[in-house]
């Protein structure tokens, strides 16, 4: 029995023994998750443990086979940029307005603030090309807060980044979530990234994906990864991943 | 510019060989005109070549354009209709296999000496390159960007237009460079169907009456009008796909 609710403002995107299956294969077995509103939530775990499943049913591309999603909406950023190359910056980021039926020129209006707020004014006009794999994925990022829906579904992020690019990037995120809270549900492989972003990390176990930790991480912000309480929580997730 | 010069030397290597096979004691002036007596022949019939040259790049560019638009319109339909696209992709190769030289008379009789049936030709013999390179084209955006476009809440015209449509382009452009150079030579099988004015009928007609140099020399303006629709639709794809193509989607 699959069913399917839209929440009322007040409940919280939540999961209720939801399974996804492929085929033979069973990629979520039973999950039961409900995220806290403006909080962000990370879900760790080994590769094919069906993270990216996770996001995409909450993004309502997929289905559940059996159990309850209740959505909110959700808007959605996906492991590469996929930035058109035929758009400059602001273009690609205003396309997400554009899908909701914006004309080209206000979408474009709309997301000048945007750029200006994350420092990216001066990058407008410019091509996906000429960017940088960090400057992209900034772009990616604001064409996802543009959509303007409560929820976002952060799948890997930065996974196709250099580390130090990457540590760069999670930082301007952590301060781009503090300035403009969001409910986030982040998808990631790197426990460190979860511990340095999130309010709460969920580990996955291997195939068929089910939840075998759920912790908070209360530490103050902004985060040293080098501070005793951090690399505390990290190998606390790492022996949870095991 | 060494590629320019390169291309110049060798086709100056082609008209020294040309030259030196057509001199040869053994080859008969009524088989092959040496590029002299060609250029003579260039010179001789220029305002006769000219009028007609012009009758046949009208028939080209017209043909050429209706097939642009019926092409895109069926591509695009095909894309857009699953169902539609099964059926309609035998018969969309069948029109390559159908023998344009068998054809093209049936055309002239049931339609005319007119330039409808030539139209009709040049536009037959260019609809499978564009048609065919153009559907590939729309199913070359990656499918996690079409998965991105549903998620933002695209709707099916909206992703069209903004992604299957621009990332198209390039085969888009592939497929009217084959159309640019096979159209002149649909032209010219319309012509010799059946026509009283072209460098087709001017080449036929030449043919038959052993002027031998006034066929090479058609054959070399129809050559020409063939590399410059190439150039032409080769300098259009660099002002609409200004992005650097190493940098497509994939």
């Known amino acids: 029995m699959t069913t399917e609710t839209e929440a009322?403002?007040?409940?919280?995107?939540?999961?209720?023994?939801?399974?996804r299956r492929?085929?033979?294969?069973?990629?979520?077995?039973?999950?039961?998750?409900?995220?806290?509103a403006d909080a962000v939530t990370a879900v760790v775990g080994p590769s094919g443990c069906g993270k990216s499943t996770l996001l995409e049913l909450v993004a309502g591309l997929q289905e559940p086979d059996e159990g309850e999603i209740v959505r909110r909406p959700a808007a959605y950023m996906p492991q590469r940029d996929l930035l058109l190359p035929w758009r400059d910056a602001l273009g690609n980021a205003a396309l997400a307005l554009e899908c909701q039926g914006v004309p080209r020129g206000e979408a474009r209006r709309r997301a000048v603030p945007l750029f200006e707020r994350f420092g990216l004014a001066e990058f407008e006009r410019v091509r996906p090309a000429e960017l940088s794999g960090g400057m992209r994925q900034r772009v990616a990022f604001l064409r996802t807060l543009l959509q303007g829906r409560p929820v976002l579904l952060l799948d890997e992020p930065f996974g196709a980044l250099d580390a130090i690019t990457r540590a760069d990037l999670r930082e301007w995120l952590a301060g781009?979530?503090?300035?403009?809270?969001r409910t986030v549900l982040l998808v990631t492989h790197d426990v460190e990234e979860a511990v340095f972003l999130a309010d709460r990390i969920v580990v996955l176990s291997p195939r068929p994906g089910r939840v075998v930790a759920d912790f908070e991480v209360d530490l103050p912000r902004p985060r040293s990864v080098t501070a005793p309480a951090f690399t505390e929580l990290k190998?606390?997730?790492?022996?949870a991943l095991r | 510019m060494t590629r320019i010069a390169l291309a110049i030397a060798l086709l100056c290597g082609f008209i020294l060989v040309w030259q030196g096979i057509a001199s040869l004691d053994t080859v008969d002036d009524l088989t092959l005109a040496s590029p002299v007596e060609t250029w003579d022949a260039l010179r001789e019939d220029w305002s006769l070549l000219m009028d007609n040259a012009r009758v046949t790049l009208v028939e080209v560019v017209l043909g050429l354009a209706l097939s642009v638009m019926a092409g895109v319109l069926f591509a695009v339909?095909?894309?857009?209709?699953?169902?539609?696209?099964?059926?309609?992709?035998?018969?969309?190769?069948?029109?390559?296999?159908?023998?344009?030289?068998?054809?093209?008379?049936?055309?002239?009789?049931?339609?005319?000496?007119?330039?409808?049936?030539?139209?009709?030709?040049?536009?037959?013999i260019c609809f499978f390159p564009i048609t065919v390179n153009l559907l590939d084209g729309l199913r070359s955006a990656p499918p996690e960007l079409l998965k991105l476009m549903r998620s933002m809440g695209a709707s099916r015209l909206r992703t069209?237009?903004?992604?299957?449509?621009?990332?198209a382009l390039p085969s888009l452009f592939s497929g009217l460079k084959?159309?640019?150079?096979?159209?002149?030579?649909?032209?010219?099988?319309a012509e010799w169907a059946g026509a009283d004015e072209g460098l087709g009928r001017l080449v036929l007609l030449g043919n038959n009456q052993l002027q031998t140099p006034r066929v090479y020399a058609g054959i070399v303006i129809l050559t020409l009008m063939a590399v410059g629709l190439f150039a032409?639709?080769?300098?259009?794809?660099r002002i609409a796909v200004p992005w650097n193509r190493k940098d497509a989607l994939q």
Do not use: C, N
Not at chain 1, 176 to 181: K, N, V
Not at chain 2, 160 to 167: H, I, K, N, Q
Not at chain 2, 178 to 189: C, D, K, L, P, Q
């Open chain 2, 77 to 124: 339909a095909m894309h857009l209709v699953r169902p539609l696209r099964d059926a309609a992709y035998p018969l969309l190769v069948g029109s390559q296999a159908i023998p344009i030289v068998v054809l093209a008379p049936l055309f002239i009789l049931a339609f005319g000496y007119g330039i409808g049936p030539k139209l009709a030709i040049v536009a037959l």
């Open chain 2, 232 to 237: 032409l639709t080769a300098l259009a794809e």
């Open chain 1, 22 to 36: 492929f085929g033979a294969l069973t990629a979520l077995a039973g999950i039961d998750l409900s995220l806290r």
């Open chain 1, 235 to 239: 190998a606390r997730a790492l022996e």
């Open chain 2, 178 to 189: 084959i159309a640019a150079t096979v159209s002149v030579i649909g032209a010219v099988f």
């Open chain 1, 176 to 181: 781009a979530l503090a300035e403009d809270p």
């Open chain 2, 160 to 167: 069209l237009r903004s992604v299957e449509l621009p990332s």
């Open chain 1, 8 to 19: 009322p403002v007040t409940e919280s995107l939540s999961f209720r023994k939801v399974t």
